[in-house]
């Protein structure tokens, strides 16, 4: 049905995806300074740096990697796991969740180096994923040439020196072995190095001697989804997002209702029956009706390397949320709204790069879609 | 209190001077142009060009935090900066108007201010809680009906949308089947016949000029949805489509209707999306992650009246700051409490916030022993699967095959009302014949088959597209050719605050409602009550639609009645609780320390930290809550009797105590969520008592509420509504009985 399309070949899966296993999940976290120790002493122009990249706003706290390693079924979610270690081991673990089943949109994080939803994935792709497809999301044409395997879309930092950070899944056999000194994440931004060098992780292991009899060990690595400022562990800071998708009015304007609205709601007010709905065919309502099941859950905006935080481009979910509109036959203001996107850092921003197509999971092809507007754009 | 990012204002008006990037904080640029009204002008002139160059992002947003904690800036200003002071995510209304026509939404009315954080600082027209159908819906019919007054009353309200989640994150977004209205664009339809199916499928509980209201406004709303936007889907014509579901009859009980207008089975996505798209249009204001952990009501000067609400204690989680918000009206719009129970379709946050809130402040709940079971959750987790897949065909079998639902309601069979489905699935589980979820084939055999094999592939994907894609990544199967594992699942609570059909809170007292001035409530955790005993498929998004609207309409015509400020200048009871809060939160945090380390700059200590993942020794509160879900299945999922519902309060005693030892694993107060779920544990604690002991009181079975030493209805004692609260006091109300005298109920 979408990009998760293991589930179909889950149905044959054999039997041990069933069976609990140990699993490792290597969780890079961050605990915020409160504010109050330490009031932003801030030099007004040092953060509008051109050179400083987006999502490298680096609020001020403890960052370190932590690793939990769990019994937990295979076929089983990463929300399935995660919450399983905050109720067994470590309720200090934050991370956003809600509906459990990939309608809210709010469990969007990096997973093995994919942006994904916590509650779709499920502990069996990431690890197959992670053998197979050691760098999937190094786009085509966009490679920094370093494949690192889980350093998230590594050419989104171009310009910063990265550390090769022992990763990979060959070295993770150490993860059998209790209290094993965890990779430290932090080093790749080398303002960190301070604090994180103090923080090596103590490592939960709540089961070391069931750890031990599989000779292959499984690490699922979850991070912060990039493009956003991670507020806290896996939270980020999505109003930027948001912010971007509302700058394109994502709403219906319909010239009939927008011009006496508040007529229109006192005749509703006063009479039961209002007159009725707007016609649309189920033709018409093709057209829009997958770009309206978006839920905004910014996993296309993580995946988008021109995205990178919204400084240069408002970013695929804004895009899509404006498309949805421009396709939608009710709505009066086509044209305002293909004008409204055509702008440096509208759909002129996007290079056809789609790598956020894949994880839609929604299934849009929003690459695709992406396409459609810049044509659209040029008519 | 003064940890806020702004975004937007700040943003814009950096662009508008022509310094993109530059970037300067709120206070230094006060102290530059020392011009308010000019800022406001920046801030409008800016707002109104979308294609400005956008400056928002990671790298460029602006905390203002430390600056004000320093200078003190003048409140006007804040004020001006969109309520920037009322936290980190409260998007300005000005700032999210992009465009439109329409007067700043200030109006000048100034809070009580003072830096001292103890003292109440914000104050608001309206503060609507939660963003789910009902708060949303609240907040537009608000917006719109003053809107239509405005040219004459020239006011506008200060209104703010407080939600524990980002309002798209809400558990509406799941609901996946229909809303029912009488519309009749694919059939002959009548207001009147889903009048009665909503009465009858309430076991006769519901309140009849509730319903009447109901089902003859419903077409009115649907229309209106469809105005906001909502996709729905269509019939060849252009009209909405509209399908079959459980309990929608024909001509009073007759033959099955098509009622449910749908979005193919994601209408709660597309009611979610829309309304807070309308939302943005109109400029409404929203603090996301705020958790409200008080609700602050006086009580009544005597016994003719209710009391009135005073205001609200929230948690701004970003901060992690507590704060007082003071309210000229407050709606409880928070959502159900499936969570207390194990096996539930409502998300994680579910917990019954709101219902506690009104508990805790010496309020009562209506009805809250009714907890709709949905007969088709998936397997051992939960999630739902509609009732479309039923109506579109799928079909109950036993583990010999046998389509049981001919049994049990001849007829009607598979689209029987849930709570007939709920039972019958049980009945056949208690009877040896449940099968085993095929991930769990050693687990035990509490499921039965949902068999969609009949329908056609193609018209499965294009009518079912979420139930499909649920049962493929959820139970990892394949529903064209396998059958799926089914199980009834805590899906709705019929009950919760009392209110009138104009939104009001009321105490139930000495055979009178008392209303609460300045209290309102909507949506799941209200009780109108329209669903009774048992609620009818396609109803939820309906009555949150539709009575949040007329809430929101009742609260426009108090503000344009208000003459004058009502006398608030007392906020003593509101600095009570917050320091009462304070004090609370600082314990939970300050216990950090003593609890198991996490985070390394405090696990030098290796040998505590080693320790063995001892599970009953770690008492969090995600832990407790799972004891609890487990415990209140036992009690009352489903089916109970006297034995399982005591046994249960015994057990809550158990809960109760191990509740109070909860302390938060680390001290930082931002952001931290098992803070949150300590509170929403207390929360759902103190509902599940109440869910207990109304379940105790009502000796009888009817609609979802099953008790098997007492299986029959009994009108004559307890055809009235149960009054419950949090000293377990339980008073009735009589049902108000208008056109449909109570009848049998089979199907």
């Not at chain 1, 995660?82 to 809210?104: A, W």
């Not at chain 1, 695929?316 to 305002?336: G, K, L, V, Y």
Request: with cysteine; hydrophobic share 35%.
């Amino acid at each position: 049905m979408t990009s998760q399309s293991t589930g179909s070949d889950g149905s044959k899966a054999p039997a041990p995806d069933r069976d609990p296993r140990p699993v490792t999940f290597r969780i890079a976290r961050f605990t915020p300074r409160p504010q109050s120790e330490r009031p932003a002493r801030t030099n007004p122009f040092a953060k509008s740096n051109p050179f400083a990249t987006a999502g490298n706003r680096r609020a001020r706290g403890r960052r370190w990697t932590q690793e939990y390693t769990i019994r937990i079924a295979p076929q089983r979610t990463v929300l399935d796991a995660l919450l399983q270690i905050k109720r067994e081991v470590d309720p200090t673990l934050n991370f956003r969740y809600s509906c459990g089943h990939g309608m809210c949109g709010s469990d969007a994080v990096l997973i093995n180096g994919r942006p994904d939803l916590l509650c779709t994935a499920t502990i069996a792709d990431c690890l197959s994923a992670s053998k197979t497809m050691p760098n999937v999301y190094a786009t085509p044409g966009v490679a920094n040439g370093n494949s690192q395997a889980q350093q998230p879309p590594a050419f989104r930092r171009t310009g910063t020196a990265t550390t090769a950070t022992a990763v990979s899944t060959s070295a993770s056999h150490s993860d059998s072995v209790p209290d094993s000194t965890a990779t430290n994440f932090s080093a790749t931004d080398p303002t960190e190095t301070g604090t994180a060098t103090k923080a090596t992780s103590h490592t939960d292991t709540p089961h070391p001697t069931e750890t031990s009899g599989y000779a292959e060990s499984s690490v699922v690595e979850i991070r912060p989804l990039p493009g956003f400022t991670p507020l806290r562990d896996l939270i980020v800071d999505t109003d930027a997002m948001f912010e971007q998708i509302r700058r394109f009015k994502p709403y219906l304007l319909n010239d009939d209702s927008s011009a006496d609205s508040s007529q229109a709601a006192q005749t509703k007010a006063a009479k039961a029956e209002p007159a009725s709905e707007y016609r649309q065919t189920p033709e018409e309502l093709a057209r829009y009706e997958l770009l309206s099941t978006c839920i905004a859950c910014g996993l296309c905006q993580g995946a988008c390397p021109i995205y990178a935080g919204g400084e240069a481009f408002a970013g695929p979910a804004a895009m899509i949320a404006a498309a949805r509109f421009i396709n939608d036959s009710r709505d009066s203001h086509r044209q305002e709204r293909l004008e409204a996107i055509d702008q440096v850092d509208g759909i002129q921003a996007c290079q056809s790069i789609r790598a956020c197509t894949r994880p839609c999971p929604r299934g849009i092809d929003v690459g695709e879609e992406m396409w459609k507007l810049v044509e659209a754009v040029k008519e | 209190m003064n940890a806020l990012i702004l975004q937007q204002p700040t943003l814009t008006f950096r662009t508008a001077k022509g310094e993109s990037r530059c970037q300067r904080t709120i206070a230094e640029d006060h102290a530059m142009t020392g011009n308010h009204p000019g800022f406001r002008v920046v801030m409008k002139r800016i707002t109104y060009e979308p294609g400005v160059a956008r400056v928002t992002s990671q790298g460029c947003d602006l905390t203002v935090g430390g600056h004000l904690a320093a200078r003190d800036p003048p409140d006007d200003l804040i004020h001006m900066l969109g309520e920037g002071k009322f936290g980190h995510k409260t998007h300005s209304a000005r700032a999210s108007r992009h465009g439109l026509e329409g007067t700043p939404l200030s109006t000048g009315r100034d809070s009580i201010v003072g830096m001292n954080p103890q003292k109440v600082k914000n104050r608001y027209d309206a503060v609507i809680v939660g963003a789910g159908a009902a708060g949303l819906s609240t907040a537009l019919g608000l917006y719109r009906a003053l809107e239509g007054n405005r040219s004459k009353s020239g006011l506008s309200p200060k209104v703010l949308v407080v939600s524990k989640l980002q309002p798209l994150r809400s558990h509406t977004g799941s609901a996946e089947g229909g809303i029912a209205a009488s519309l009749g664009n694919q059939e002959k339809d009548d207001w009147h016949w889903h009048y009665y199916d909503t009465i009858k499928g309430s076991d006769w509980l519901a309140d009849q000029d509730a319903v009447r209201i109901l089902a003859e406004q419903a077409p009115g709303i649907i229309i209106e949805l469809e105005h906001d936007g909502v996709a729905f889907s269509r019939t060849e014509d252009g009209h909405i489509a509209q399908r079959k579901f459980g309990g929608h009859t024909a001509d009073y009980g007759g033959h099955p209707v098509r009622r449910a207008a749908y979005a193919a089975d994601r209408i709660g996505h597309q009611i979610l999306h829309a309304l807070w798209q309308q939302c943005l249009r109109l400029g409404v204001e929203f603090a996301e992650e705020w958790y409200v952990t008080d609700l602050v009501v006086d009580p009544p000067a005597d016994e003719e009246t209710g009391g009135q609400a005073r205001g609200l204690i929230v948690l701004d989680t970003h901060a992690g700051k507590l704060q007082a918000i003071q309210a000229d009206n407050i709606v409880l719009c928070t959502g159900g409490a499936g969570r207390l129970f194990h096996t539930t379709s409502n998300s994680w946050d579910l917990t019954g916030d709101g219902m506690a809130l009104a508990l805790q402040a010496g309020l009562q709940l209506e009805d809250v022993e009714f907890i709709q079971f949905h007969p088709t959750g998936l397997g051992h987790t939960g999630i739902l699967l509609s009732e479309a897949s039923r109506a579109e065909g799928g079909v109950l079998r036993n583990s010999q095959g046998r389509a049981f639902m001919q049994d049990y309601a001849p007829g009607h069979g598979d689209l029987a009302a849930r709570d007939v489905v709920s039972r019958s699935i049980m009945a056949e589980i208690d009877a040896g014949r449940g099968v085993a979820d095929p991930s769990d084939p050693d687990g035990p055999h509490d499921c039965v088959w949902l068999d969609m094999t009949s329908i056609d592939g193609q018209r499965m994907t294009a009518l079912l597209p979420q139930v499909t894609e649920t049962i493929h990544r959820y139970a990892h199967l394949d529903p064209t050719v396998d059958m799926v594992p089914v199980k009834p699942t805590a899906h709705y609570t019929m009950g919760g605050i009392p209110i009138t059909d104009r939104g009001r809170v009321y105490r139930w007292q000495n055979g009178h409602r008392r209303i609460i001035d300045r209290l309102f409530a909507a949506g799941e955790c209200s009780c109108v009550s329209v669903h009774g005993a048992n609620r009818l498929g396609g109803n939820s998004l309906l009555d949150a639609c539709l009575f949040g609207t007329r809430t929101g309409q009742t609260i426009a015509a108090v503000i344009s009645k208000a003459d004058e400020l009502n006398d608030m200048t007392d906020t003593s009871p509101l600095t009570q609780a917050l320091q009462k809060r304070q004090a609370f939160l600082d314990e939970l945090l300050t216990g950090a320390s003593e609890a198991k380390p996490s985070e390394p700059a405090l696990a030098d200590d290796q040998g505590e930290a080693s320790d063995p993942g001892d599970e009953a020794s770690l008492n969090n509160p995600y832990a407790l809550m799972g004891r609890l879900g487990r415990l209140m299945e036992e009690a009352v999922a489903v089916r109970c009797d006297q034995g399982s519902i005591e046994k249960g309060l015994l057990g809550l005693d158990q809960l109760e105590a191990d509740a109070k030892q909860l302390r938060a694993h680390s001290e930082t107060a931002v952001l931290n969520q098992e803070v949150t779920a300590i509170m929403e544990v207390d929360n759902l604690l103190t509902l599940a008592r109440a869910v207990l002991n109304a379940s105790l009181q009502r000796q009888e079975s009817r609609g979802a509420l099953y008790r098997s030493d007492y299986p029959r209805r009994d009108d004559e004692h307890y055809l009235a509504h149960t009054m419950i609260d949090a000293k377990e006091d339980v008073s009735w109300q009589p049902v108000h009985i208008v056109d449909m005298p109570p009848k049998g109920r089979s199907y």
